[in-house]
């Protein structure tokens, strides 16, 4: 069973950035690809970024490419969502999920272990 739990959450101005945090408690962290989705209220839950195990291939979200950058540490065993530019538009709650898989997936559903989530708010 791999717990994870997110960090680094808050409020913040239209513009601003924030780095969110992902401590995962698998000895094994190095094989799961990791990934970042958002819930926002009455809306269904968003992939976000991905990274994969091996050699940290990554996926955005068009809506997120070239404003948000996830990386991971495998010696610390946690990955991380670096959001820069952020916008009313990406008020959500975040989770942090893994998978036991090499490949890189979008979709809620293929994540094995979520984290409970933290509160992102930004205002415009």
């Known amino acids: 069973q791999v717990q994870l739990v997110e960090s680094g959450g808050g409020l913040v101005q239209a513009g601003g950035s924030l780095r969110l945090s992902c401590a995962a408690s698998?000895?094994?962290?190095?094989?799961?690809?990791m990934g970042w989705f958002r819930q926002a209220p009455g809306k269904e839950r968003e992939f976000v970024a991905a990274i994969s195990w091996s050699v940290g291939r990554t996926h955005y979200a068009d809506s997120v490419k070239g404003r948000f950058t996830i990386s991971r540490d495998n010696v610390k065993n946690a990955v991380y969502l670096q959001m820069n530019s952020l916008k009313p538009e990406d008020t959500a709650v975040y989770y942090c999920?893994?998978?036991?898989?090499?490949?890189?997936?979008?979709?809620?559903?293929?994540?094995?272990?979520w984290g409970q989530g933290i509160q992102v708010t930004v205002s415009s």
């Open positions: 999920a893994a998978r036991l898989s090499t490949v890189v997936g979008v979709t809620p559903q293929i994540y094995d272990y």
């Open positions: 698998e000895r094994t962290f190095s094989r799961y690809t």
